[in-house]
């Protein structure tokens, strides 16, 4: 799945290529990726020149003249790809946006759990896909306060915290595993008992590992699911310091344990049992 460094290298993509192109036609294969009805869809966009972009989380969009935007939520499998006009279509392709000068773009999600939506950046309230999305996790107006405040109280473990948007937005199962390796601190660390120095932490590692991610491009696992909207793959994978790397050494100088992947609540969590230990102890 897509997280905030994906999104962010899709995103800009989109921005270097797109801002100034006006969008000439758009044809909606499968109506269900859209909310709203496609006419009305079609309506917003079409004649329209798109003159920005933004993103909060792991939801983006372009910016239209008009001052609405066509916002992409990606989910579990979707992709937003720039093509030259006439080049075959992948499979699953529902919605192709025709931008002039021979290239289209296209949202292609075999899973069809991605929307699209015209929004208003204005009014977050107001669009279904930001509603419930809390601060950006590169937001400089997140502070460790916020989070721990957000935390307070709450049994759920750390890295489940970590996971839920409505908190702290872009973070999903392979970065909240590689930040909390690096804080370090056990996942499931109950989030009401995280120290506000253990929070500083929590946020200093968020900015350095999604950052290092969004240098590299994300991260394009086995699967090669993630491309960015020029087709690329991310080169964060081969960085990548516990997730998918069970049974393997700890990347920390000075550990000799081995990474050991657990399930909760249906996901796989990986994490180092010797420098992640320090904060589960200190709790018991
Ligand atoms: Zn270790």
Known sequence: MPELPEVETIRRDLHAHLCGSTIHGLSVVHPGVVLGTPETFTDAV???RIVGSGRRGKVMWLDLEDGHAIAIHLRMSGQALLVDE???RPPHTHLIADLGGRRALLYVDPRRFGRLEIIDPCAPQASVLLRNIGPDALSADLCAETLRTAAAGR???IKQFLLDQRFI?????????????????????PAGRVTRAEMERILEQTHAVLGEAIAACGTTLADARYRSALGRSGEFACMLRVYGREGEPCRTEGCTARIQRRTSGGRSTYLCPACQRAGRRRRA
């Open 46 to 48: 079409v004649g329209r």
């Open 155 to 157: 049994r759920i473990g």
């Open 169 to 189: 937005s872009g973070i999903g199962n392979i970065y909240a595993a590689e930040i909390l390796h690096r804080v370090p601190l056990g996942p499931a660390t």
């Open 86 to 88: 006439g080049a075959p």
